[in-house]
């Protein structure tokens, strides 16, 4: 059964970083696209960034350079580097993965991230 856990959430100060880890268990992890996605309250799930086994990343226009998505494929993990943190980016932060950009087979439980003073 495949299983993504994310971990590494929390309160921050506007302006400071965090660092979102995602573990993959029991998936063929460099034959997925590993992205993380962000829900914030009473808002749609939006998508944030992902990353190929190759290295390439790809992100949403509002991460702006401040999100940075790297992957371990072999100890099958993703993380996502946040820096600059902004109040508008308090969410749940999800890891998903998927063998095609935009439709995406397996979700982690998520992570709260919330940023503020």
């Known amino acids: 059964q495949v299983q993504l856990v994310e971990s590494g959430g929390g309160l921050v100060q506007p302006g400071g970083s965090l660092r979102l880890s995602c573990a993959a268990s029991s998936l063929t992890f460099g034959s997925y696209i590993m992205a993380w996605f962000r829900q914030a309250p009473g808002k749609e799930r939006e998508f944030v960034g992902c990353?190929?086994?190759?290295?390439?990343?790809y992100y949403a226009n509002f991460v702006e350079g401040r999100f940075t998505i790297s992957r371990d494929n072999v100890k099958n993990t993703v993380s996502l580097q946040m820096n600059t943190l902004r109040p508008d980016d308090t969410a749940v932060y999800y890891c998903?993965?998927?063998?095609?950009?935009?439709?995406?087979?397996?979700w982690g439980q998520g992570t709260q991230v919330t940023v503020s003073s």
């Open positions: 990353g190929w086994r190759s290295g390439t990343t």
């Open positions: 998903a993965a998927g063998t095609v950009h935009g439709k995406y087979d397996y």
